[in-house]
């Protein structure tokens, strides 16, 4: 084996593992749910998950945006448990409390 036939063999490898390359990433960006994931991205969704908190292997907190409105679900155990605040949260939860200034020592 001379070396333009190695040279020649290494470049149909590059060349096969290059479309080989280019078909995966072809299927991750245009695979079969493409289509559908590009149809639902387009529709206005009343329904958001905004976050979501693993309590243990069977029980899991939810909050959603329903509407704008946004609600706390615990979900697992085969029960559902919803609970919406009934509306903003009081002014000395959102602030802080003010720290006092620590006195000069003399």
Not at 79 to 84: A, P, S, Y
């Amino acid at each position: 084996m001379d070396l333009i036939e190695s040279i020649r063999a290494l470049a149909a490898l590059a060349f096969t593992l290059g479309l080989i390359g280019l078909a995966a990433w072809a299927l991750r960006k245009y695979g079969p749910d493409s289509i559908g994931r590009a149809i639902a991205a387009r529709q206005d969704r009343r329904l958001k998950v905004i976050e979501s908190l693993a309590l243990d292997p069977t029980r899991r907190l939810v909050v959603v945006s329903l509407d704008g409105e946004e609600r706390l679900v615990l979900l697992g155990d085969g029960r559902l448990l919803d609970w919406t605040p009934k509306g903003p949260p009081p002014a000395s939860a959102l602030s802080p409390s003010p720290v006092a200034e620590p006195e000069p020592v003399v």
